[in-house]
């Protein structure tokens, strides 16, 4: 608040016009400057006049008259301390007060592209949320995230891209990358396209990432292991395509739950198998099944439907 609207908001309390938590406010700040000498030192009649024009405004039919001489001083003594601390009151009201929580998600086969206020651009693959304020609050650009999502972020050094995961913390200034993070999974994945990429936690830094490498990050403990991928195969699926490389049939099964929000129970391991699969996402989950038993090879595989649950066997093979 600068010194022009402290001085209208002081004529409105003359003028009896200021509302009950203006008035409230104003009274509080007196009680404050009496009790703290470092503030002010004011007379002790002066602030109880003051004191008694605030009750005369809250009760009309009591009011007395305060000669505006005596109301002045009080003012010039009180007026620094008010100023500066309404002034960070304003500050973070328009910093935080104003701001307002996005939530993004979607549902089953569904993908979806947003743009976020400082330009970045993030593709949602199905059964995700994204949360973040907006506009952005603080030095560093913060969002939430359960699911999987590619992120394009524009380039901003004075503000830093941060993504929380359950705890992990991914912290970039412009690059983009992919977070596999859904809440059923054990760990969370990383893998970088294009720049840089830090991972870690509000301990402790895990790795420095460059473009193919991923990191993958066990929720329990934190315990952390790199590989590499493809750059091009991380972000295949944004443009329509179920992709997967030398997977097991673990993987292949994860990747299906997360997109058609199905679940899956296994009668044997499914560490097994080495699958490279390059599905459409137009695909129904019917369609989907019969290609992965067409092309699947040690283990051979068959899918059976029981009420809402996909039971995975293994087939024998001649």
Known sequence: MDDKVFKELVKKFQAGECTEKEIELLHHWLDILEADSRLTDPDTEELELLKEQSLANILPHTRQEIPTHKLWPVVGKIAAAFILVSS??????QQYGSAKTVIVATGNQQIKKI??????????????????????????????????????????TL????????GIITTVLGTSFNITAYPQNTSVQVAVVSGKVKVGNT?????????????????????????????LAIKRWTSGEIFLRNASLKEVLQTLEQYYGVNFKTHFNTN??????????????DQALDIIQLVSYQPKIRFEI??????VYRTKTK
């Open 203 to 231: 301990h402790k830094a895990f790795a420095l990432l460059t473009p193919s490498d991923r990191i993958i990050v066990q929720k329990s403990n934190h315990t952390s292991q790199l590989d590499h991928i493809d750059p």
């Open 272 to 285: 097994e198998g080495n699958f490279t699969l390059k599905l459409n996402q137009k695909l129904s989950l």
């Open 88 to 93: 960070v009151a304003l500050y973070l009201f």
């Open 115 to 156: 743009q976020l206020p400082d330009g970045s651009q993030i593709w949602l693959y199905a059964g995700t949320t994204l949360e973040y304020n907006e506009p952005f609050v603080q030095k560093e650009r913060v969002v939430r995230l359960k699911g999987q999502a590619f992120f394009d972020v524009k380039r901003d």
């Open 306 to 311: 029981k009420e809402k649950t996909i039971h």
């Open 159 to 166: 503000h830093p891209f941060v993504v929380n995961t359950f």
